[in-house]
């Protein structure tokens, strides 16, 4: 059941409340009115990717799960609060990374592997060309301190494609590098990123 | 004009011969036939990846431009010798990088870049999946003293296609890996490598 819909702008909690209206979904005032809701089990998320820990936190705290878009974070300092908050709560912290649970290819991709049809998986090499689409684009997405950068950004696809593919627990970055080519008039964004992996089984990724 | 062919092998010699009859060209019986014969301008060889150096620095000496089989050596003691040979001598040492030479797509695409078809090349990513066809290899191919690795072997050819594409004069490489998974029959054999490279103008490889 889809009980409530939060958005700061009144519009589009409304547009959204109008295309799932058969669900009887209802527009909050207010974020509490959601986390305050015993009834409410999971929180569903899509708010600018720097605020999403905060929020992940603060549903979690109110004794429910949290599923938000991906990157799931921007830095590493909220990587540590997420953990410590997944810890003390119980409560779990999943992120949508639609290019591999949306995509046909990507599920089969992985079916396929675990059947072993292609053998033990030693490297993953993926790319992930996005169009720009400035124009639909909001005002954050071009401020690093919002988006993360491309690799947290687009980059963390691959890096989540790589670790699921060759069952890695964990990877050390080995090299990565970012640019921005061809966009000075937008000068925090990276039309360009790369970074070399190796997981904690040997396995590569780029 | 094909003049001389020479193999320590006679057979392999007189097979050559026959298939080339047509040209004219003889059997040499020792390499010096064909070093000291002043009508030869070039030497084209193939022989073990870790003796091609020393053959070039000969052939140039005595006069002559040497065209040889990729990978056209397997140290930087001889990458060293062979450019004190070309500086002294004047004459060129010329490597036959096929899969980029002899290849009709990376022939055309290499067209596509000089007409500024796609812009600037800031990535060139390439991968050289080979055939292991073991049986039909000679043995100093499974010894890393003759062959090289298989970086120097096999990856030397996308190391190559990305300084001619991306127009880089040298490049660092940040990050290499070599392993050899499925092979312990051959335990100097690399059945994995990769490198990802930095160019002098910035761009990137891998």
Request: proline fraction near 4%.
């Amino acid at each position: 059941t889809l009980k409530w819909v939060y958005d700061p702008d009144p519009k589009k909690a409304e547009s959204f409340r109008k295309a799932y209206e058969a669900t009887g979904v209802r527009v909050a005032e207010r974020e509490e009115q959601v986390l305050d809701d015993p009834e409410v089990q999971l929180v569903a998320a899509a708010c600018v990717t720097s605020e999403r820990a905060a929020l992940g936190i603060r549903v979690m705290k109110s004794g429910k799960d949290y599923f938000v878009d991906k990157a799931p974070l921007t830095t590493l300092e909220q990587l540590k609060a997420v953990k410590e908050a997944v810890r003390e709560t119980g409560k779990k912290y999943m992120v949508s990374y639609s290019e591999r649970l949306q995509s046909e290819s990507a599920v089969y991709a992985g079916g396929l592997i675990q059947k072993g049809a292609i053998g033990k998986v030693i490297q993953v090499l993926g790319m992930g060309p996005h169009r720009l689409n400035a124009p639909s684009r909001p005002d954050w997405f071009f401020r690093k301190k919002y988006y993360g950068g491309i690799l947290c950004d687009i980059g963390s696809h691959q890096i989540e494609q790589f670790l699921y593919y060759t069952g890695a627990g964990d990877a050390t970055v080995v090299n990565s590098e970012i640019g921005n080519y061809n966009h000075p008039e937008y000068p925090e964004l990276d039309d360009f990123g790369d970074a070399t992996l190796v997981g904690d089984n040997g396995a590569m990724g780029y």
